[in-house]
């Protein structure tokens, strides 16, 4: 049995699957690669190979650049805030109405459970898009109440308008394919832009079907583009592009510096969401079977493929042996296989080079004489790229496991004795993306909230996000907002202007 003839696969999904190539979508028409060049995108659980996909490259970067111009500086600068805003609701609809599908080739491509598909990823999607279509009526510029010292007596009116900065490009990642096309979609449409969007290269599937849905919801050609590609071909071409307004990026720290240098020909605006190395803190008064829920999903959910993994749990020592025996157990237990089955708890990495780079860094840890008390290896017996859930302890923070991004499901979890003392080593490294704490102490909450170097701090719970709530980082885990209101000052710019009154 293939994956596309798999019983389980919804319709809509299997007719996607059995094209022969997926074509880019550039000016609302799928179309080849300039250089007719394609690439193979494989199902992470078996090593199989899902789908020819066409490779864009710097003449298709040009290509979909020139078509979101065109978009922007003609039909869609004539579409009303609120036509945008009845367009992003009908997108809304129309992804709601395509989730299972949207769900499967996202669990096929990426290998995440399907479970955790159509919980989350999908219905954040659809949630996203509504909330910035509410924004569209929304983005209002002030009066302003300006004096002029030099001229005095002199009357003015002043006013700032919150307009469109263009073109924007989106380089995303693959942990949350279709989210983060939407995250970025989202707003960039509310406020008046248009999109180029580049996938990952590990999984172009549900970015290309959400841009035909784009189209089908009525929003003209050429405001979306998505072109999949590899990084240092489509995506550095699209950072460097002289016509290209913004680039929104979310990915590697390493990769982030390389779009910032790209970026600077034409001084484009950036906005990076990097990577982190979180800090989850359990406190010795932590309701104890909350914490561990929240130890336990903040390493394992995506298969600790979140640039929000609690990678670094912290907790009390007086807690620290029963709470991290208990993790160490529920982590052995946990069910691996393929995504696609329902039954599953725990899907493989994305690929063969992260399953590689993952057990890299378990060797390392290894090496530098942390203890493991779960996983450690490559799980046998299961085809794809699989890694087992992998629990270390007796590490020291200076260890690469404790100090590097893994980006797969490998936690140290480390004993503290005191608050000041666990608040340094929490902001002992280079990133500060979210940090955990687990406390009843509403006043140690609290400072701790205040002290944490980083963009999103969960008190009492973990890895909650909503299309409201502003997320992004500080330190090397990148600046600027996604999703909130915040995002909308990402994707607006302001014009001050004079009206003399004298
Ligand atoms: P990973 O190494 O885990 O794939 P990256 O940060 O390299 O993470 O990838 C995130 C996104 O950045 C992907 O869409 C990838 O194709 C793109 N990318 C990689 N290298 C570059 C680059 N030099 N310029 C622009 N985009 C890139």
Redesign the pocket.
């Known amino acids: 049995m293939t994956t596309a003839t798999a019983p389980q696969l919804n319709p809509d999904a299997r007719r996607f699957l059995d094209r022969k190539v997926h074509k880019l979508l550039i000016d609302g028409k799928a179309v080849d690669a300039a250089s007719g060049k394609t690439f193979l995108t494989t199902n992470p659980a078996t090593g199989e190979t899902l789908g020819a996909v066409s490779e864009a490259d710097k003449a298709d970067v040009d290509a979909a650049v020139a078509s979101a111009r065109a978009a922007f500086e003609g039909p869609w600068s004539k579409v009303t805030p609120s036509e945008r805003g009845k367009l992003l609701n009908k997108l809304a609809d129309l992804v709601d109405a395509h989730a299972e599908e949207l769900a499967q080739l996202e669990t096929l491509d990426n290998g995440k459970i399907i479970g955790e598909a159509m919980k989350g990823d999908l219905p954040l999607c659809s949630d996203l898009l509504r909330y910035f279509a509410g924004w569209t009526t929304k983005i209002a510029g002030e009066t302003t109440p300006v004096s002029v010292p030099y001229y005095p007596g002199a009357k003015f009116l002043h006013y700032t308008v919150r307009e469109a900065i263009g073109v924007v490009g989106a380089?995303?990642?693959?942990n949350f394919p279709l989210l983060m096309a939407v995250e970025r979609l989202a707003p960039a449409l509310a406020c008046g832009n248009v999109l180029v969007l580049?996938?990952?290269?590990q999984t172009p599937l549900s970015a290309l079907r959400l841009g035909e849905l784009v189209l089908e919801a009525g929003i003209p050609p050429g405001v979306v583009n998505v072109i999949p590609g590899?990084?240092?071909t489509a995506?550095?071409a699209l950072?460097a592009h002289m016509d290209v307004d913004k680039i929104t990026f979310t990915?590697?720290t390493e990769?982030g510096r390389?779009?910032v240098k790209?970026s600077a020909g034409n001084l484009k605006k950036v906005s990076l969401e990097l990577g982190g190395k979180s800090p989850n803190i359990v406190f010795d008064d932590a309701d104890l079977d909350a914490a561990a829920k929240g130890m336990f999903m903040g390493i394992f959910y995506n298969q600790g493929q979140t640039c929000s993994a609690g990678s670094r749990v912290f907790v009390h020592k007086s807690k620290f042996d029963g709470l991290v025996s208990a993790l160490a157990e529920r982590a052995k237990k946990i069910r691996q296989g393929p995504g696609i089955d329902p039954t599953t708890r725990m899907g493989p990495l994305v690929s063969e080079t992260q399953m590689k780079r993952v057990l890299g860094y378990i060797e390392a840890g290894k090496k530098d004489g942390a203890k493991l008390l779960a996983g450690g290896e490559r799980a046998a017996g299961l085809g794809g790229w699989f890694v087992q859930p992998t629990v270390f302890t007796d590490v020291k923070d200076s260890m690469s496991i404790a100090q590097e991004e893994i980006?797969g499901p490998v936690v140290a979890v480390m004993p503290f004795e005191d608050e000041a003392e666990v608040l340094a080593r929490a902001n002992g490294t280079p990133y500060g993306l979210v940090a955990g704490v687990w406390t009843k102490d509403i006043k140690r909450a609290f400072r701790m909230a205040q002290g944490l170097k980083a963009g999103v701090v969960w008190l009492n719970c973990y890895q909650f996000v909503d299309a409201a709530a502003p997320w992004g980082g500080v330190k090397q885990s990148g600046y600027g907002r996604e999703k909130g209101p915040y995002a909308i000052e990402g994707y607006t710019q302001v014009k001050s202007v004079w009206v003399d009154l004298n």
């Open positions: 380089i995303i990642p693959w580049k996938p990952a290269e590899f990084g240092p995506g550095a950072a990915g590697s990769t390389a779009v790209a980006f």
